[in-house]
């Protein structure tokens, strides 16, 4: 079985991402924690009453059942269960614990929240989130955006990393709901890959021979944002898969200010995975 977690701030946002990922493991068998956390700051934890701080978890409570009953009413699905979490407290801390204690295999979510701002690529929460849950893979997906059968999955490489075989298992996983073949992708500053890209390109290629794969490598004319971008546009990809190393693309993106986001629209689900 695979244990799901979905966050939710009851945005719409949050709804597709449900949406999408019930239908992403709709031939799996699964059980989806829902999980909402309510944020009380330290100053106004103090003030509160301990009988409030229980009607406040008894009204997320009541109102995360009726999700789930909308969900339930929605995705009638004998292969998944759901169960609910109620916290105070921030997100992100949140879900760290529920992936420990559930044994998290994905958390799912959407890119924006309730407050999300159009055009910008991650909202706050998700941010945090990418940078602090470091032992399991999160899938982000955008607005809107509707199912298809992951049929192309783009995983860009600078193969100045060594990708073990427990980071490619996320990416193998993902690969085998839908068959999906992996299009890896280098954008190439230089003339050639040095001795150590080499070695790391050809280890990926050894973990990856049971799949459908192929390496396109790209020259570097324009931004890797541009870049990328232009890739999922020309080969129809339909999930971007990347894992997060410390000073890398990702991190460069969620680093840069707010204005600088803009100019990289992601259209398709996002999976970040942990090094």
Not at 18 to 42: A, D, G, P, R, W
Not at 146 to 169: M, R, V
Request: with cysteine.
């Amino acid at each position: 079985m695979t244990n799901i977690l979905l966050p939710t701030d009851f945005s719409d946002n949050a709804w597709s991402a449900i949406v999408y990922t019930l239908k992403l493991y709709q031939h799996e068998t699964c059980k989806f924690y829902l999980l909402n956390s309510q944020k009380v700051t330290s100053s106004r934890m103090a003030s509160f009453s301990n009988k409030l701080l229980t009607t406040m978890l008894e009204n997320s409570k009541k109102d995360m059942l009726k999700l789930k009953a909308q969900v339930e009413a929605t995705n009638t699905n004998s292969n998944h269960e759901f169960e609910v979490i109620v916290s105070l407290g921030d997100l992100d801390d949140a879900i760290e614990s529920s992936v420990l204690k559930h044994k998290i295999d994905l958390i799912a979510m959407g890119t924006k929240g309730a407050t999300g701002a159009k055009g910008i690529l991650f909202g706050s929460n998700t941010a945090k989130i990418f940078k602090k849950v470091k032992n399991c893979p999160i899938l982000a997906i955008p607005n809107d955006y509707e199912f298809n059968a992951p049929k192309q999955i783009a995983f860009p490489s600078d193969f100045n990393h060594y990708c073990d075989a427990k980071e490619l298992s996320y990416l193998k996983k993902l690969a085998d709901l839908y068959n999906s073949k992996i299009r890896v992708i280098h954008i190439n500053d230089k003339e050639k890959l040095n001795e150590k890209q080499e070695g790391n390109l050809n280890t990926l290629k050894e973990y990856l021979k049971d799949y459908e794969h192929s390496i396109h490598i790209v020259p570097s004319h324009k931004s890797k944002e541009i870049s990328i971008q232009d890739f999922i546009d020309d080969l129809n990809i339909d999930i971007l898969a990347m894992v997060y190393y410390s000073h890398s693309f990702i991190d460069s993106i969620l680093r840069e200010p707010v204005i600088k986001k803009i100019a990289f629209h992601l259209k398709v689900p996002f999976l970040v995975i942990p090094e």
